[in-house]
């Protein structure tokens, strides 16, 4: 298991934050699994099973809309369908791919068991790349070297928080680049 294994339980002010970044309530939160540097959670760590009784494979789920963004731009770009090809034809790839789905698995199964999604990772580990968005949130929650996909989609990534802070406080008037209020 990668060296995380437990993540500090969300504050009122993080759920409230992710619910801005979302647009609707969260569900399930076990955890804040990474922020962005303004500070507010960008991956939270979910239940395996949300609390009407779902289950959920996503355990770690990316929730900033400028991450998510820019991850879905490198999914558009075809990026799943080149690393998808490359996990067919590198076997060290693959082996590392797998490890990091025995990671995630041994995460989930961490915060509970749900007999539903046994066996099950997310975003199409260990066999193929179906959502980038998991595997980002995956390496962003439990550092480098674990998930080798989702490290190498942060690296094409570049500094998606660049412009920080993400959001203004209530209290602040959105200024331009150079300082100056807008209009």
């Not at 992710?18 to 500070?39: I, K, M, S, T, Y």
Request: net charge negative.
């Amino acid at each position: 298991m990668s060296p995380r294994a437990s993540w500090p339980a969300p504050t009122a002010d993080d759920l409230a934050a992710a619910e801005r970044q979302l647009g609707r309530a969260v569900r399930g939160v076990a955890g804040v699994g990474h922020r962005c540097p303004c500070g507010d959670p960008d991956v939270l760590v979910t239940e395996p099973r949300l609390p009407d009784g779902t289950p959920f494979p996503t355990t770690f789920y990316a929730t900033c809309p400028r991450l998510t963004g820019a991850v879905s731009t490198l999914e558009s770009a075809g990026v799943m369908r080149e690393m998808t090809e490359r996990l067919a034809s590198d076997p060290e790839l693959r082996a590392s791919y797998a490890a990091a789905h025995d990671d995630y698995l041994t995460h989930r199964s961490a915060l509970g068991q749900v007999p539903e999604i046994a066996g099950i990772s997310a975003g199409g580990m260990p066999d193929r790349v179906k959502c980038l968005h998991v595997l980002v949130a995956h390496s962003l929650a439990v550092g480098p070297g674990v998930n080798p996909l989702g490290d190498e989609a942060l690296a094409m990534l570049g500094d998606w928080w660049d412009q920080n802070p993400c959001h203004a406080s209530e209290s602040e008037t959105p200024t331009d680049d150079e300082g100056v209020a807008e209009q």
